[in-house]
């Protein structure tokens, strides 16, 4: 099964204002110049899956350069080159972390301007992550039972007016 | 005593809490946390995120529950009963940067009940035209199109009356009106929220969001924006520098525990943030979609889209998303409305109707100014509609900076001039949990100190970027070329009306204990 590919890629521009109400993210239709396809849906950290680029008309893209971006957009952001098509279309790729990533190629269309295709992939955890799933128990620890047992209390304690 | 009775008192400590809670919990804690957590490292801005909810958050809430329950009064009042005229004056500048935000507040709620109606339908549409922009952006993806098609019609205007109905009918009684609506929009609340979490987590992959969630990268740590935006998220998810919390609280018996009131209702509107991630992350990784570090997108755009892949249920989970933000959002904007009524009648003794009526017709005309339809920017590299630019640019002002003045005022104020022993002895007075000197030591050092490294780096950004909105001028379509120096003139009118109508505010009035 494939990937599902962007085939209209959106234009994000994030408006930076420091808190929660704006910055909001506007999407304009960009040109349409291809797609990139992976041969599995959801790859796990570490396994290996090929990736296909290819033009309007579907045909494989060769010598598309291929870059992957782990965590777009976030202070974590690293982009990695991944290498360049070959005469079918199609590279290699092997996840170095998991999350979601995006992988982009970028290639010289027909009339010499350059062109670009891109498409999300959800990276899956190989094994669970021992720190992840601490962090999750002692937050939660922290906040819902925090507030449950304390909320319990509350609902058992007399109102002011009866 | 019978001010008390006359102001108006809640009847049990679960509808306080409850509604404490609710008016913390807002659209910001559904989905910018996640947006938070995903841009600082994942499970990484847990520790300065925990951080700053015990040493910022939780502090302040206890200092605004000491200041409404130690003088009966609102923001204001309990500021110039505590620290003069100048603690007043600070008061009504948080009460009036408060109002500014009502304003803008219900005109996203509005936009939330017409994506409610959308959801109903036309939402889940592929995509559209949207005419009002013209021929040149052609076709645009929902729910982007169906957003911004409503937003270049009159029809958010309608939206807004309605929100602003609902927002006097809560409200008219005060907390005798404001209590059962909470005790019954709160919980609805979470079991809207847990449904989505149970469909977010059974997607297929999606458990694995929440492993995404909380797995950290601890390389953002040395990063200071990673702390700066932990310090932000704790300030404003928790409605602080605001008044909201000292409004509330002024009507809450002497003997109430503020201490664990202050504990619970911050643990609540945490713990909402914690389950909201779960729910969000899973249906963000089980569609491939890439957060983003905005409420507004988040709500309108990004989450939509992952809704709009479910395998089934489309309409009825979009329309449970955006009920349970209208209520989020209902729960705060009664609040934000409570904290602007409160002092007015504390101060001038009007009839709460007579206040309640005035406010909301001019809180209506602000909310309207924010949902003008006309396309300005027709290629959408901004904002599109003259309405949301002017919500963009006055959000910057009241939520960056308004917000965190006031909350630095407020600790400068209680720490040096008042002296924050008189509100530590007084919440340890009735409470169950004592509280030791580090409280004072918070107040006067720890959270100025926090909050101006904060400003700082906010400021920092403005002289680095340039002033916020200035970038836009040159996507403004030739009709609307002068809205290019409409950052200059926001600042302005901003900042005169706080500080002017604050003045008025101080030095008219009398209130009836001073008598």
Same mark, same amino acid.
């Given at each position: 099964?494939?990937?599902?590919? %962007? ?8 408006l ?45 893209v ?17 982009? @990695? ?29 027909p ?23 601490v962090?999750?128990? %002692? ?11 304390r ?12 | ?14 509808? !306080? ?5 609710g008016?913390?919990? +807002?659209?910001?804690?559904?989905? $910018? ?7 600082? +490292?994942?499970?990484a ?15 302040? /809430? ?7 329950n130690?003088t ?14 100048r ?12 109002? $500014?935000?009502?304003?803008y ?6 936009w ?10 036309d939402?889940?549409? @592929? ?23 409503m ?9 807004v009356?309605?929100?602003?109905? $609902?927002?006097?009918l ?9 209590e ?5 929009f709160? *919980? ?7 449904a ?17 969630? =909380?797995?950290?990268? !601890?390389?953002?740590m040395?990063d ?24 509330y ?22 713990? !909402?943030?914690?389950i909201?991630g ?9 569609f ?9 997108? /988040?709500?309108?755009?990004?989450i ?6 479910? *395998? ?26 409570e904290t ?7 101060? $001038?003794?009007?009839?709460?109707m ?8 001019i809180? =209506?005309?602000?909310s ?9 920017? *027709? ?18 002002? %009241? ?33 169950s949990?004592k ?17 101006i ?39 302005a009118v901003? !900042?005169?009306t ?14 009836? @204990?001073?008598?």
């Amino acid at each position: 099964m494939m990937n599902r590919a %962007v085939k209209s890629p959106q234009r994000f521009n994030s408006l930076r204002s420091l808190i929660c109400l704006l910055g909001l993210c506007f999407a304009a239709k960009a040109g349409i110049a291809g797609t990139v396809v992976l041969d599995k849906d959801f790859p796990s950290h570490l396994e290996q899956v090929a990736v296909l680029v290819q033009n309007d008309a579907d045909e494989p893209v060769a010598g598309a350069q291929m870059s992957v971006t782990y965590r777009p957009g976030s202070r974590v952001a690293h982009t @990695d080159i991944i290498g360049v098509s070959g005469a079918d279309g199609k590279l290699d790729w092997t996840p170095a972390t998991a999350g979601i990533a995006t992988i982009t190629a970028t290639w010289i269309g027909p009339n010499l301007a350059e062109e670009t295709a891109s498409t999300n992939v959800s990276v899956r955890f190989q094994k669970l992550p021992i720190d992840g799933i601490v962090i999750m128990i %002692v937050a939660g620890l922290i906040l819902i039972v925090g507030s449950a047992t304390r909320m319990y209390k509350v609902l058992k304690s007399p109102d002011f007016i009866q | 005593m019978a001010q008390v009775e006359q102001r108006g008192q809640w009847k049990s400590r679960a509808g !306080f809490i409850l509604a404490a809670s609710g008016s913390a919990i +807002g659209l910001g804690n559904i989905v $910018f946390f996640s947006a938070n957590a995903y841009k600082f +490292g994942g499970g990484a801005f847990y520790l300065p995120y925990l951080l700053a909810l015990f040493m910022i958050g939780i502090p302040i /809430m206890m200092l605004e529950f000491g200041l409404g329950n130690i003088t009966g009064r609102a923001f204001p009042g309990a500021l110039r009963k505590l620290a003069g005229k100048r603690g007043e004056f600070v008061g009504w500048w948080g009460v009036v940067n408060g109002a $500014f935000l009502t304003m803008y507040y219900i005109t996203i709620l509005s936009w939330v009940l017409g994506m409610l109606l959308g959801s109903l339908g036309d939402l889940w549409q @592929d995509s559209v035209a949207v005419p009002a922009f013209g021929l040149a952006l052609g076709e645009l993806d929902n729910p982007v199109a169906y957003f911004f098609s409503m937003l270049s019609s009159w029809k958010p205007l309608l939206y807004v009356a309605i929100i602003w109905f $609902f927002n006097v009918l809560i409200v008219r009684k005060g907390v005798e009106s404001i209590e059962p609506v909470t005790k019954v929009f709160v *919980p609805l609340m979470w079991l809207f929220m847990i449904a989505l979490i149970i469909r977010g987590v059974t997607l297929p992959h999606g458990d694995q969001g929440v492993l995404l969630l =909380f797995t950290p990268n !601890f390389s953002v740590m040395r990063d200071p924006a990673v702390w700066q935006g932990a310090f932000s998220q704790i300030f404003f998810t928790l409605s602080l520098g605001m008044g909201t919390m000292t409004a509330y609280a002024s009507y809450l018996p002497k003997k109430s525990d503020l201490t664990q009131n202050s504990i619970i209702t911050s643990l609540l509107n945490c713990g !909402f943030e914690y389950i909201a991630g779960l729910a969000i992350f899973s249906i963000l990784f089980a569609f491939m979609i890439v957060p983003q570090a905005s409420t507004l997108a /988040m709500t309108f755009f990004i989450i939509p889209k992952g809704i709009a892949e479910f *395998p089934a249920g489309v309409r009825l989970f979009g329309v449970v998303f955006f009920t349970l933000l209208l209520i989020a959002g209902l729960t705060s904007s009664v609040s934000l409305f409570e904290t602007l009524i409160s002092p007015l009648r504390d101060k $001038f003794r009007w009839s709460r109707m007579k206040i309640v009526t005035i406010a909301a017709m001019i809180g =209506f005309l602000g909310s309207a100014c924010f949902a003008l339809p006309q396309v300005i920017n *027709p290629g959408l590299e901004n904002n599109g509609t003259l309405g949301l630019t002017l919500l963009d640019l006055v959000d910057h002002w %009241v939520f960056s900076y308004g917000l965190l003045v006031i909350g630095l005022s407020e600790c400068l104020l209680i720490g040096w001039v008042v002296g924050a022993d008189k509100i530590r002895n007084h919440l340890n007075s009735s409470s169950s949990t004592k509280i030791g000197r580090w409280f004072n030591s918070l107040i006067r050092y720890v959270i100025p100190a926090s909050i101006i490294f904060v400003l700082g780096y906010s400021v920092w950004g403005e002289i680095d970027g340039g002033l916020y909105g200035m970038s836009y001028a040159g996507n403004y379509s030739e009709l609307y070329r002068f809205m290019g120096s409409a950052p200059v003139l926001i600042l302005a009118v901003w !900042f005169l009306t706080c500080v002017i109508a604050a003045a008025l505010l101080t030095r008219n009035g009398r209130y009836l @204990d001073d008598e």
